[in-house]
């Protein structure tokens, strides 16, 4: 099981970006994905979440009506597209797989991808 994130960048606020979560090993049929965030000096949290049974999708209060989370199974691929940035979004994004189709907590995504850096900065 192996995910790679990617996409993220140096962006202004209001501004857009998506991030691509590229994953092998596994199918996206039998593996929920998140995305999460750590900034300097926080804990990681749960960003977005998509469902491995039928796509349900699930992202936290801060970030709702500005991300959006998508896969496409044949590219084996989970996006993030984070639209209207704010300066509260600089972080570290990862992407995460769980064998929950359903993961509602950090501890049950068993494997992490190495982390993209996403800056909003005017």
């Known amino acids: 099981v192996q995910l790679q994130a990617s996409g993220g960048g140096l962006v202004q606020p209001g501004g857009s970006l998506r991030l691509s979560c590229t994953t092998s090993?596994?199918?996206?049929?039998?593996?929920?994905i998140g995305w999460f965030r750590q900034a300097p000096g926080k804990e990681r949290e749960e960003v977005c979440r998509i469902s491995s049974t039928d796509g349900s999708t699930y992202c936290v209060d801060s970030v709702k009506g500005r991300f959006t989370i998508a896969r496409d199974r044949a590219k084996n691929t989970v996006y993030l597209q984070m639209n209207n940035l704010k300066f509260a979004d600089t972080a570290i994004y990862y992407c995460?797989?769980?064998?929950?189709?359903?993961?509602?907590?950090?501890?049950?995504?068993?494997?992490w991808g190495q982390g993209t850096q996403v800056t909003v900065s005017s």
């Open positions: 090993g596994f199918s996206l049929n039998d593996y929920g």
């Open positions: 995460a797989a769980s064998k929950s189709s359903w993961p509602e907590n950090i501890f049950e995504y068993s494997s």
